[in-house]
């Protein structure tokens, strides 16, 4: 039973515009949460995170938005670019679960168009 | 070097052989850990070492052996694997719990034939 789920595999969007990826979870103690960024050959890189006390944070172009109630976050990204193609993981983490654990979305892959 | 650094980046192997994997950090972080993604799933995780010690050891079969000699050294021992097993298989590093998440390298793409 996936915990962190990524139900849009892919995503086109033209230059300039804004991009929504979403991910949802379903275990309720997750209180920590990221984005990574996968380009091909590469490992996943950080992207930005959001802590379960807020609902949203801004990092220049990226923001994250949290709904808390509905268990779901969304990552925007405006304008887009070309060089924002990539895979985007969604994960989730419990701080005080005394592991290092984060538990990761199966990813989605945008593609922005020129 | 910095960041995370795995060998080798790509692994051809059949089902009867034994290869390792290497993945070496140097980044002063105390915890390490193996990822494998395979098409179409989540990055599962499959084994976390904490200043050196394992602990945690997600029902991964057998036939994958963790080691973790030191702090900045992991390998993954391989032996008689089946194709289902292909995948890109990733290590990662951080220092305990990190609000940034882990530091990956770039991955190990296994191919068993």
């Known amino acids: 039973d996936q915990q962190v789920k990524q139900n849009s595999p892919s995503l086109s969007v033209q230059e300039g515009r804004i991009s929504i990826l979403n991910c949802d979870y379903t275990n309720s103690m997750f209180d920590y949460f990221l984005w990574y960024k996968k380009y091909p050959a590469e490992g996943p890189t950080f992207l930005i995170s959001?802590?379960?006390?807020?609902d949203k944070n801004e990092d220049g172009r990226f923001t994250v938005f949290l709904n808390k109630s509905a268990k779901h976050l969304s990552l925007h990204i405006v304008p887009s670019q070309p060089g924002d193609s990539a895979v985007y993981f969604c994960?989730?983490?419990?701080?005080?679960?005394?592991?290092?654990?984060?538990?990761f979305g199966t990813g989605t892959r945008l593609k922005v168009l020129a | 070097e910095t960041g995370v650094t795995q060998t080798p980046r790509h692994l051809v192997m059949g089902m009867t052989n034994k290869k390792s994997l290497k993945c070496e950090q140097h980044l002063g972080h105390n915890a390490m850990y193996w990822y494998k993604q395979s098409a179409k799933k989540p990055l599962e995780l499959m084994f976390v070492?904490?200043?050196?010690?394992?602990?945690e050891n997600n029902s991964v079969p057998s036939r994958f052996s963790p080691e973790c000699p030191n702090s900045s050294h992991l390998f993954l021992h391989l032996h008689t694997l089946q194709p289902e097993d292909s995948a890109l298989y990733l290590c990662?590093?951080?220092?305990?719990?990190?609000?940034?998440?882990?530091?990956f390298g770039s991955g190990t793409r296994l191919t068993v034939v």
């Open positions: 990662a590093s951080s220092q305990g719990w990190t609000g940034y998440g882990y530091t």
């Open positions: 994960a989730a983490s419990e701080r005080d679960s005394g592991t290092y654990k984060y538990i």
């Open positions: 959001i802590s379960s006390i807020k």
């Open positions: 070492y904490s200043l050196e010690e394992r602990v």
